[in-house]
């Protein structure tokens, strides 16, 4: 993968609206995405040789939708700052847990389906105690439902890859390499089936046509209600 970061201007001369283009990453894929980021930032991923004309082109003819985002997202109350005290609330599969502080345990971070338990001398690394104790439960849990779901359906892909986005919930590779956010461990089941399923999907159609959305509404119907969920929701993923 080939990433240059650099702050790109695409000026739309109908609405006279200036959008800058953030981060360019370029791999070898074969069509362009847009992600906005949680701070508003605009990251664009490109195939390596396309043109810098044609980049720009296609982001200017998403000029609505990135305004209208922006505009949704600066209405997004942040979420509180985690404190990693007795009682506090963490997600795991779309429920909230309370956290409970013991003097001393191996590991620093357990899990009994009831609490979280972190043992007093791990508090001051808890953020980064958590955030492992999330990904070792993805690699598990996600790479397991994939593969349930790739031959239930007649999907194949390469890889599972598990990655610590903040606002991508899952890509798929040109390759076939299926990568998602650790943070979908927060999520309800449901949602990261369908964030699955949109993965998969993408291995057959790499873009999102009408081909791509009927394919995706045959096997999760109610896949724009988990859609909306993300996008009110997403932010409290940390």
Known sequence: MFEIAW???????????????DRLVRTPRKTVAIILERDGSLTVRAPLR????????????????IIKNRVR???????????FVEGEK????????PLVIVSHQRPALTFDGITFQLSTSAQPKAENVFVRWY???????????????????????????????????????????????YRL????????????????????????SRRFWNQLGKLVPEYKKHISWLKKNGSSLI
């Open 90 to 97: 963490f997600l795991f599969l779309g429920k909230a847990y």
């Open 7 to 21: 702050a790109a201007l695409v000026f739309d001369y109908n609405r006279r609206m200036a959008i800058f283009i």
């Open 185 to 208: 461990m927060m999520a309800p089941p449901e949602v990261l089936d369908y964030v699955i399923l949109h993965e998969l999907v993408h291995t057959q159609v790499r873009n999102h």
């Open 50 to 65: 396309m043109a810098e004309s044609r980049i720009h082109a296609f982001v200017e003819s998403h000029t609505d939708w």
């Open 135 to 181: 990904k070792e439960q993805a690699v598990q849990l996600i790479s397991g439902r994939v593969l349930t779901l790739a031959g239930k359906y007649g999907f194949q892909y390469h890889k599972v890859r598990i990655s610590s986005a903040r606002t991508r919930w899952g890509s798929c590779s040109s390759l076939g390499t299926l990568s998602f956010t």
């Open 73 to 83: 997202l600066s209405l997004l109350a942040p979420p509180p700052p985690r404190r």
